[in-house]
């Protein structure tokens, strides 16, 4: 039998079961799977509430969506160079803090305030890079450690109190305002967390630096002997995560119509979950933003459907780790895949 | 006579107290597959790492064409013409075919779309790949958007070979590139390494495999305790006698002709 492997010549052949055939399909398509999960549960859950597929409860799971959606874009890049970011719900709530901050106490003008929370934001993506390729540590540890840090300068600059939005220039919330189509309400931040998405979907599957991403992600030395500049490449990630989930704090501040430092504790991890059930597996180079986008709808569309089915809100939780298990298993079993 | 195409002359690398490298030579003419041999530690992947630039020697030359070059990193060589093969492969295995060839060198489009947007000519690099994979023999594969890992170890060492082929202007360097390859795989990789000197470019290929060493080699440079003992062809030479060469059992003949 051993001869029969090795003496393969350079065509492929395949005679292979139903069950590798799902995997091969999922491996060259790995949004497939997201997709299918999506449209079940929109069916599902339109059949158990025939509220659940209206304009108006659509536009509300968007608008819960969207926040998570950017941060979870940010995370996409980094975890599909094979790190992790556990400091992204802290960068987006800090950065909206620090925006509020310079154009309420600092009486800076909006958009001078806003630039600026943006910029510290990617400050912030920037040291996160920094240490992840200069001091060379795991990303896990220097974002665990960034992740208190922005937190308790967060509470520090806030004194825990929250900006409300009145007090603020028209700018800072306008992300919270909306276009009406019928009953569909799509806000600007709906509209520029898209964009956010249309461009990184082109950034990564058409340029060099999204084919360095993939490749870093995938086997950096091999990478790094291929003459990519492998540190270069995920400094780049870092820092424009970092910008991310600055606008993700913008976008949170029109949805709540104030600058909170007290929400977005949550926002870390969700942005994973995010980001794994749209199949983008934790062990980089493999993944899609398409898939990221998708994988946010799901937790959105979860959440939303289980409470218009009458469940409650702690089994919600229960159903989103259920399949994020599920999508983690998946992504573990498509890995494996052989020719 | 021609002159060498690459040549180093006297490299020596020392690690503390250990000598990799203890003033070798070696020398590679245009158009020759040039097999080096040497038992473990006997400093050949020292050596060629001298050459492709992932090692900087303690002292000694190395010239291209006649000229010395000084190689910091492997991008030196590289841009030198010096195109290595590590036994690694290099490969990014989600990434396709075409994308693989052309990692690190990716071609943008011309104009606007290029230059402002950044955007790849992709149908440009999948008919560029398309077609070095095919001069060399290897138009086999169906599909240029395939995923690298989906391929065979043969395979993917085709398209290892078919890059630096395609890159390397001067040299090519191959580390043990049949190692993990089967019967009939390996002999393909052969024949592949024959078609890449016979489109010019001379090759040096590291390998513990004597069977393959004395199929494909012009000539066969064996490293031993650091330095060059000799360089024998496959015709002046049996395997039995490089095999007692390298290990010290029989005395090296003197320096050969070219």
Known sequence: MATATTATDFDVRRHDSFGLRVQHLLHSNPVLGPLAVLIVAIIAFSIVNARFLTATN???????VTVIAVLALGQTLIILTAGIDLSAGAIAVFSSILAATFCTRAGLPGVLALVLGLGF????????????????????????????????????????????????????????????????????????????????FYALSRTAWGKHVYATGDDAEAARLAGIQTSRVLFSVYTVAGLLYAVGGWILIGRLASASPNVGTEYNL?????????????????????????????????RNGLQLAGVEVVWQGFAIGLLVLIAVSLDQWIRKVKT | MTAPVLEARGLTKRYGRVVAIDGSDLSLYPGEILAVIGDNGAGKSSLIKALSGALIPD?????????????????????????????????????????????????????????VFRMLDRSHMRDEAKRHMSELGVATLQNIGQAVESLSGGQRQAVAVARSAAFGSKVV??????????????????????????????????????????????????????????????????????VAIMTGAADPPPEPAA
């Open chain 2, 59 to 115: 002292s000694g030359d190395i010239l291209l064409d006649g000229k010395p070059v000084h190689f910091r990193t492997p991008m030196d060589a590289r841009a030198a013409g010096i195109e290595t093969v590590y036994q690694t492969l290099a490969v990014a295995p989600g990434l396709d075919i075409a994308d693989n060839l052309f990692l690190g060198r990716e071609q943008r489009k011309p104009g606007v779309l290029g230059s």
């Open chain 1, 270 to 302: 969700d942005s994973i979950t995010a980001v794994v059930l749209g199949g983008t597996s934790l062990f980089g180079g493999r993944g899609s933003v398409l898939g990221t986008l998708i994988g946010a709808l799901i937790v959105g569309f979860f």
């Open chain 1, 121 to 200: 934001g990617t400050l912030m993506g920037a040291i996160n890079g920094f240490l992840v390729t200069r001091i060379k540590l795991p990303p896990f540890i220097v974002t665990l450690g960034t992740l208190t840090i922005f937190f308790s300068l967060n509470s520090v600059v806030s004194g825990s109190e929250t900006v409300r939005g009145s007090d603020m220039p028209g700018i800072m919330t306008w992300t919270g305002e909306s276009i009406p189509i019928g009953n569909f309400r799509l806000t600007y931040g709906s509209i520029i967390m898209l964009l956010l998405f249309a461009y990184f």
């Open chain 1, 58 to 64: 659509m536009s509300l799971v968007l608008q819960q």
């Open chain 2, 173 to 242: 360097i191959l580390d043990e590139p049949t190692a993990a390859l089967g019967v009939k795989e390996g002999n393909r990789v052969l024949q592949l390494i024959r078609d890449v000197r016979d489109r010019g470019l001379p090759v040096i290929l590291i390998s513990h495999n004597m069977p393959h060493v004395f199929e494909v080699a012009d000539r066969i440079h064996i490293q031993r305790l650091g330095r060059r003992a000799t360089v024998i062809t496959p015709k002046s030479h049996s395997m039995s006698d490089a």
